[in-house]
């Protein structure tokens, strides 16, 4: 009331007359004292939502209309500039299209920003022309969910919400799955098949290498003498007596 009424501060005129000064305190009726009850209600309900900055531009104010009337200029403007921003979201409004490789959450932000800031410059736009605006600004991908949408006996009376969300089930569902792991091609399974192919022959020309050399240092050595232990003891003679 307060704020949208205005309050005007109790005044009295001098008993030698002359201009109005303010009543004190001690001399306000009930009227006065409930409508400046009220005032100081507007001014807190206001405060609180005021952060440093806005707060400087109304600290010297006492009336809870004259605050709200500079706040609304500070943030929407005069009426010219408030019709110069509702243009530019009408404008907005009819190009926005979700382009086919946009998915239809995004398109949704950029819708519903531009709904809400029409809405708080006094031009809110009806559920009826929100839901229009969205069956016809999808792409080809969405047209079977568009007609079972629009062939559903409720949907005259489904708000921009439901058929928001029925959307994006549509879309979520219809979403290639990120937990198939993927397939490996022919190519790379025949590189595999011959890596290992590769290392197996390998493995095998080093076991024939390494007996080669065993038996080359195993017949350098009978070539020497080296025998058997019997063989040896023959060659020293036979055992001293004692």
């Known amino acids: 009331m307060s704020v949208e009424d205005g309050y005007d501060l109790p005044m009295m005129t001098p008993a030698g007359g002359g201009q109005d ?6 001399q306000w009726n009930a009227q006065e004292f409930e409508a400046s009850k009220w005032n100081r209600k507007a001014m807190h309900a206001i405060m609180c939502a005021m952060d440093e900055n806005q707060y400087k531009l109304i600290q010297n104010t006492q009336i809870a209309k004259a605050v709200w009337d500079i706040l609304q200029v500070a943030h929407e403007g005069t009426e010219v500039v408030k019709e110069s921003k509702l243009q530019v979201l009408q404008t907005q409004f009819e190009l926005l299209r979700i382009g086919e490789d946009e998915c239809f ?6 819708l519903m920003d531009i709904v809400n800031q029409s809405h708080q ?3 809110p736009y009806s559920d009826r022309r929100v839901k229009q605006k969205i069956m016809r600004s999808l792409p080809d991908r969405f047209e079977s969910k568009v007609t079972a949408i629009e062939e559903n006996s409720g949907y005259m009376d489904m708000k921009p919400s439901e058929v928001i969300g029925r959307l994006l ?6 979403a290639p799955s990120t937990t ?3 397939k ?9 098949s011959k890596d290992a192919k590769e290392a197996k022959h390998e493995s ?3 076991l024939a290498l390494f007996v080669k050399r065993f038996n080359k240092v195993m017949g350098f050595k009978k070539k020497k003498g080296f025998g058997s232990r019997g063989q040896d003891l023959k060659k020293k003679g036979s055992f001293k007596k004692f």
Do not use: C, H, M, Q
């Not at 000064?21 to 001690?26: S, T």
């Open 204 to 206: 095998d020309e080093d």
């Open 105 to 110: 959450n995004d398109f949704e932000i950029k």
């Open 121 to 123: 410059l006094g031009d």
């Open 21 to 26: 000064v303010l009543k004190p305190k001690a």
């Open 184 to 192: 490996k091609s022919k190519g790379i399974a025949l590189k595999a």
């Open 180 to 182: 198939t792991p993927p």
């Open 169 to 174: 089930t549509y879309e979520s569902r219809k």
